[in-house]
């Protein structure tokens, strides 16, 4: 009778374990998949809206199955870094500047020419456009890491700078200009007259404090929210380029998902543009008035002084390859 009861209690807690350990496997099957994004800007700043409005929509269409966790303000590092542990699969999406991406993929560059698009709404209507998507697809086919999901607004970069006010082009002679870390960039104020200096973007505040350089180059705002309009209150509404901003994915973290789930992610990040686009729009008009307020230098030069900005880029579309010349032309093209 004892062996038969210790048989029976075995049994009870073999049985026991069995439920545990199926209940364990029913817990992990049911946790939420959960996905890493990296933003160098702050919380509130309309790039960090518009990866919050793409994280609620993947949640929302996959009953939330799937969660984007959004780490704003370079808590997972700067652009270069995060940019690097995407391809590898540490981080699963970023949003950056399509300026680096060039090194992946050459033709990017013909998105960022200077003084290329005849206006924001002629920006939107190339990108939102057969152009556009050949471009975020052009990502996954160079086999770079990356697979383009969408575009965000950046408005049009403007120079500013803590030396003088610049109203020509000449004005620009000799200032240390910071620029992203892409050789047309760097191009673009070496023609200017600059002396183009690539560094990270957290980095520029200190270096106009403490003149390491003399300017930057962006938008409102950058300007405003990272408080360089503090240290260098010059500000020149040239619009030599609008750059727009891409939101990419680990080919890594996305061949882990299944197909639905990839197609979900893709359609909801497209779908977080035109929300993106409208808080672009407000916070650059908050910024602009703020920079006003503060008493800031801002100088909109003459249409003449942006035909000689114009002139002193002739050089950097000429040296593009065939290829850039191309897209270039096809962007010119559209009505």
Not at 166 to 195: C, F, S, W, Y
Not at 280 to 296: P, S, Y
Not at 306 to 311: D, L, Y
Request: net charge negative.
């Amino acid at each position: 009778m004892k062996k038969i009861g210790l048989f029976c209690m075995v049994l009870l807690l073999a049985g026991s374990l069995i439920g545990v350990l199926a209940a364990g496997r029913e817990a992990v099957a049911d946790a939420p998949i959960v996905l890493r994004l990296a933003e160098t800007h702050s919380q509130d700043y309309p790039t960090t809206q518009g990866n919050y409005e793409f994280a609620r929509l993947v949640e929302e269409r996959t009953n939330g199955r799937i969660k984007i966790e959004v780490y704003h303000s370079s808590q997972l590092g700067e652009e270069r870094a995060v940019l690097e542990q995407v391809q590898f699969g540490a981080i699963d999406f970023t949003r950056v500047s399509i300026s680096p991406l060039s090194a992946f993929v050459p033709e990017f560059d013909a998105l960022q020419m200077p003084f290329l698009y005849r206006s924001g709404e002629h920006m939107w209507q190339v990108l939102e456009g057969e152009i556009g998507r050949e471009f975020l697809a052009s990502l996954e086919e160079s086999e770079s890491g990356f697979i383009g999901l969408c575009f965000y607004d950046a408005g049009a970069r403007n120079l500013y700078n803590s030396r003088r006010e610049i109203k020509t082009v000449e004005d620009v002679r000799g200032l240390k200009i910071r620029v992203q870390e892409a050789p047309l960039m760097m191009r673009l104020i070496e023609l200017m007259g600059g002396v183009p200096t690539p560094m990270p973007f957290g980095d520029v505040y200190s270096a106009l404090q403490t003149g390491v350089i003399d300017g930057a180059e962006n938008n409102w705002p950058s300007y405003y929210s990272t408080s360089h309009y503090e240290v260098a209150k010059y500000f020149t509404q040239n619009g030599h380029t609008m750059v727009p901003e891409i939101t990419v994915a680990s080919s890594i973290s996305m061949a882990k998902l299944s197909e639905d789930d990839q197609e979900i992610i893709r359609q909801a990040a497209w779908d977080s543009m035109d929300f993106q686009k409208e808080k672009w729009a407000d916070f650059e008009a908050e910024a602009e008035q703020i920079i006003r307020d503060a008493g800031n230098i801002i100088t909109m030069p003459t249409p003449e002084a942006i035909a000689g900005f114009q002139k002193a880029m002739e050089p950097l579309y000429a040296a593009q390859p065939a290829y850039v010349q191309d897209v270039i032309a096809r962007i010119q093209a559209v009505k």
